[in-house]
C-alpha cells in the first residue's frame, strides 16, 4: 500500500471555499459520507473533501460552458469510450487508497466476483479493469482526472480520442478547484511539509500514476485476503 501520513493540526491545509453559496453559485453540494468508515479511517474526509471540491468545480465548468456555447454535455450512463480506449487515466497515490478501500470494504457480490477477476486478469495497456457492464464500478472513488474528463456535443466514436479530434467540445476544468482538492490530501504525503502550498500541490501532481499501468493483481490478493477474514 501506499503510506499514508496521519493528519494532525500540524499538516491541516486549510482551503477556502465557500460552503453556503447554495447550488447556483457552486457550493459544495456533491460530498459523499461514509460516517464510520470516516472516523475509522482519518484520510478518508480528506479525500471525499477533496472529491467534493473537484466536482463542485465540474459541475460550474458545465454550467458554464452550456450556458456560453449552448453545447450540450454528451457523456451519459453507458458511455464508456474513455473507460475502454484511452491510453492514459491518471491516479494519484491518494486516490489509489481510496480505490483500495472502496473495493476491498464496499463492494459486494455478485459484482465483487467479477471485479476480482478482471483485476486478476487485467495486462498492463489494457482497459480500466473497474469498467463492469458498462458502468464503472468504483464510481464514488472514480478518480478526478475520470471525474473531470467531460465532452460535449456529442459522444465519442470507437476508438475516438476528443481531446485530438475536436478539443473544443472537451471541457476545461476550472484549475482554482483542481488546485483546492490537491491542497486539501496533502497530509497524505510524508515527503511533503506542509507551509509552502503551491508547492506541495506541484510535488503532489509529480506523484502521478496510470491506471492501465498499475498492477492490479495486488488488489486481487488483498480482497482475496480481506474475504477470507470476513464472516459470510
Known amino acids: 500500500m501506499v503510506p499514508i501520513a496521519r493528519p494532525t493540526k500540524k499538516h491541516t491545509v486549510k482551503v477556502h471555499v465557500e460552503k453556503n453559496q447554495g447550488k447556483k453559485a457552486g ?3 456533491r460530498r459523499l459520507h461514509y460516517p464510520e468508515d470516516e ?9 471525499l473533501d477533496a472529491y467534493a ?23 451519459d450512463k453507458g458511455c464508456d469510450n474513455c473507460c475502454v480506449h484511452q491510453k ?45 457492464d458498462g458502468s464503472c464500478s ?27 479530434t475536436r478539443r473544443n467540445d472537451v471541457l476545461v476544468p476550472i484549475g482554482g478547484y483542481t488546485d483546492r482538492a490537491f491542497a486539501t490530501v496533502i497530509p497524505f504525503y510524508p515527503m ?12 503532489v501532481r509529480s ?12 488488489l486481487a490478493v488483498i480482497m482475496a485476503d480481506w474475504d477470507s477474514r470476513t464472516p459470510k
Open 88 to 132: 492514459d487515466l491518471p491516479m494519484y497515490p491518494h486516490e489509489l487508497v481510496g480505490i483500495y478501500w472502496y473495493v476491498s470494504e464496499k463492494i459486494a457480490l455478485p459484482e465483487r466476483a467479477v471485479l476480482r477477476e478482471r483485476l486478476e486478469r487485467h495486462v498492463a495497456g489494457s482497459g480500466c479493469p473497474f469498467l463492469i
Open 27 to 29: 457550493g459544495l453540494s
Open 53 to 75: 471540491v473537484v466536482d463542485t468545480g465540474i459541475a460550474i465548468a458545465i454550467r458554464d460552458e452550456v450556458k456560453k456555447s449552448g453545447k450540450k454535455l454528451a457523456c
Open 138 to 164: 468504483i464510481h464514488p472513488m472514480r478518480p478526478v482526472g475520470c471525474r473531470q474528463f467531460n465532452v460535449f456535443s456529442k459522444p465519442c466514436a470507437p476508438g475516438e480520442d476528443p481531446y485530438f
Open 207 to 218: 506523484q502521478i500514476m496510470n491506471i492501465q499501468s498499475y498492477d492490479w493483481k495486488k
Open 39 to 47: 472516523q475509522r479511517l482519518r484520510w478518508l474526509p480528506l479525500l
Open 192 to 203: 511533503i511539509k506542509a507551509g509552502d502550498v503551491p508547492s506541495a500541490i506541484k510535488l
